[in-house]
């Protein structure tokens, strides 16, 4: 029979870890020092740290309640609430998460012979590039006819057209 470990033993831990890692690639995301799997881990980490916090909150549930009851815990709560619900709409400002979707929908969508003229390069090269990766293609196709009739993921192919070699 296997002891259980207590909640304490890796709650806090797993808080603390993931608070580090959300802090600091938050940090190099907002300077745009984002190279690599920054983002991806950020968001993806995000979910440890809500297991972690959720478990800690748990595991003290007594002084998190008596924090609650307090006056600064009561307006500190009302505060990030607040700036959570303030902070789903965009105030009349464009932001670079609203543009990206429909950006690279267009890009997804466009034929190859378009990519090619925003790439500054021409329709034939870009054609001859997706060949060298095994994928047989027509300036009139795009991104998204590609990715399905060769089971390519999209970006994989975004990443042939805009990055380098």
Known sequence: MTKAIP??????PLTIGSFILMSVSGVLMFFHWDTGLTAGAHQWCAWLFLL????HVTANFRPFRNHLNSRWGRISI?????LLAASVFSWGLVTGSQLERPIVQALVDAPLSSLASVTHA??????????THGIAATPE?????????????????????????
């Open 122 to 131: 021409e329709p034939d090269a870009l054609v001859q590039k997706f060949k």
């Open 141 to 165: 196709q795009s991104i998204r006819q590609l990715s399905n009739a060769h089971g390519v993921g999209a970006d994989r192919l975004l990443a042939l057209v805009f990055l380098p070699e």
């Open 52 to 55: 972690g916090a959720g478990s």
């Open 7 to 12: 909640l304490r033993t890796w709650a806090t």
């Open 78 to 82: 009302a505060a990030f609430a607040t």
